[in-house]
């Protein structure tokens, strides 16, 4: 039932933006923590940004990109700026509810001149 839905990856130079969106079905997640992961070939996957009454980013990724919510639409958003190529990776969304927590099923960025 639930479903966690991303868009809006794709190829892009270096300093270049994106803005991917996740949109949440089969559970309303209004007030409750959802998150960006991302993981790039080879490595371990890793947080991102967090948004659960403020907003909270990874060292590698603060000022550059803006994590934001649309509670109305159950969907939650990140804008990102000045892309890198190191920033290359699947991006995932994570929602939780409770004790339960729900994964996206991925959007690739692919950042490169």
């Known amino acids: 039932q639930v479903q966690l839905i991303e868009s809006g990856g794709g190829l892009v130079e270096p300093g270049g933006s994106l803005r991917l969106s996740c949109v949440a079905s089969g559970r309303t997640f209004n007030d409750y923590p959802m998150a960006w992961f991302r993981q790039a070939p080879g490595k371990e996957r890793e947080y991102v940004a967090a948004t659960f009454r403020g907003t909270f980013y990874t060292d590698s990724v603060k000022d550059r990109f803006t994590i934001s919510r649309d509670d109305d639409r159950n969907t939650v958003f990140l804008q990102m700026n000045s892309l890198k190529p190191e920033d290359t990776a699947v991006y995932y969304c994570?929602?939780?509810?409770?004790?339960?927590?729900?994964w996206g099923q991925g959007t690739q960025v692919t950042v490169s001149s």
């Open positions: 994570h929602a939780q509810w409770g004790i339960y927590d729900y």
